[in-house]
């Protein structure tokens, strides 16, 4: 097919019907990813004609048979970051955005209370994602992350040194790490917590992110985010803040469990851009 315009249409329409849930982007961003421009630029050769890439085709079988999108681009966007992703990584979460945002947050508001340069942690950093963005937003901060799997904590090893980020990126327990470290000022992460009696419904969740980054090690999915709350309360100085991502089923449960050890004060839930329970954030006793 010579036509990009009719190409896309179709592929739109093949998307769909796979159950994709944003079939139109898709389809533009992966005639991009083959013409190797931007989708804006797509857009453009739609409008004005232009020639269809010869790996357009089995791009878009792949992406019906619901390998991820940004497996088969190699990229994923974080917070103005791109960061190359693929098998053995979790696919960061526009989700995620948000509670790094609020990492950041919490970080800079240390520099305003006269802090120079805020020590923070991200547990549990999988490509990177969390830890990236707290250093590239705030690049005072001296940022320290940790990965149990061999294969993603090389994504991330790639994404600080590709990104040039000065971040220190360990592979290792988040339950045990950093022992050599004390006094930080905020530990922001993104456990495993999925209940192991769920299974996510995505094919591109439950296909193809690792099991090691989707369950929580119990059927409330809390065992992992427990553990590594001891550990970041093992790690704040007091008044440290802790900002951790969990399901929207987790709302309640997650604050409840953080106040029943008696280690954290101001625990608070709060919402993603979409209503939804999505991190509690609390300050260490
Ligand atoms: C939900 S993913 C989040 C990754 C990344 N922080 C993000 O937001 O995109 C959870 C990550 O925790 C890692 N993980 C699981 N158990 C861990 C542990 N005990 N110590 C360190 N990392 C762990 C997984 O391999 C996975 O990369």
Redesign the pocket.
Known sequence: MSDLRAAVREATQQLAAAGVGSPEHDAVVLAAHALRVEPSEVRRLMVLGGDVPATYAGLVAERASRVPLQHLTGRAW?RGLELEVGPG?????PE?EVVAGWAIEATLSTLESGVTSPVVV??????G??ALAVKAEVPQAQVHA????DL?VAWALRNRDRLGLDVEIVH????T?FEELADVDVVV?????IPTTAEPVDPEVRDHD?E???YGGSEDGLA?PR??AARAAGLLHRRGVLVM?HADSQGESLPAALRATGSWSHVEDRLDLTGRPRATVAVRA
């Open positions: 974080f990584v979790f696919v960061p979460r995620t991200d547990l549990c950093t999988g490509s994602a969390i940790v990965e149990v799997s993603a290792g327990d988040a339950v790490a992460s993104n456990p495993p917590y690792p090691v980054a989707l992992i553990l590594v991502e």
